[in-house]
């Protein structure tokens, strides 16, 4: 789990960090002593602890920006102060803390928002297809890739291929970061990308996809991104 710690005053950070570390061993933890701080960064983080008084840019514009950004992170706020609470509101805080932290408070707080945080990565991971009559729970992690036939869309899946009518361009928004529009008839799961070559793409189960010629680069450079966040070579059924 990424979390994020922004508060202008190390000394909460470090309280927050520490607290964290206790209930929790495998977590990515980056802290923030300015709302501009984290802003730069440009780092999706499942769960941001964020203050809201602080010099510059106040916690509740931060939330405004990240959310106008589509930041899905969940948003805690820690204050001393109730006075924000239905700003909170607005922009989908998951809670408010107030400062001094109280650490059986925060202990609860925060496992809370670790289950909402798993809750919402089983639900992004899955996709609902409904195929010649049948309703269909795929996990995106078992699709090789998509491919259309005039407005026909097929799933081809480590199990079966599944038959829909849908827009590709609005499946490739949905589908996220892990798949990449290699060619206007396919979309790839880069998962199972084994070889490519300058217009063709080779999966783990011995199928080969058009790449565009004029996406070669592009893709190169998202198949690169890919590998270095941690990217796994997913072996075909």
Known sequence: MTIGICD?????????????KKEATNCD?????????LLKKKKAFDVIFLDIQM????????????????????????TGTKEYVFEAF???????????????????????AAAESERKKE???????????????VNKKDILYIESQNRMVN?????EILEIYFDMSDLEKRLGKDFYRCHRGYI???????????????????????????KYKEFVKAYMDYLRNGGILLESL
């Open 8 to 20: 202008d005053e190390k000394a909460i950070c470090e309280q927050i960090e520490e607290l964290i």
């Open 29 to 37: 933890i980056e802290q923030f002593i300015s709302g501009r701080e």
């Open 55 to 78: 010099d510059g840019i106040n916690g509740i514009e931060v939330a405004r920006t990240l959310r106008d950004q589509k930041e899905k992170a969940i948003l805690i706020f820690i």
């Open 90 to 112: 607005d922009v989908s805080a998951f809670h408010y803390l107030l400062k001094p932290i109280e650490e059986k408070k925060f202990i609860e707080v925060f496992h809370r």
């Open 123 to 137: 639900k992004e991971e899955t996709v609902f297809i409904k195929s010649k009559g049948r309703n269909v729970i």
């Open 155 to 159: 799933f081809h899946t480590t199990k």
């Open 188 to 214: 790839v799961n880069m998962g199972y990308v084994t070889e490519y070559g300058k217009d063709t793409i080779s999966l783990t189960n011995g199928e080969t996809i058009y790449l565009s010629r004029r």
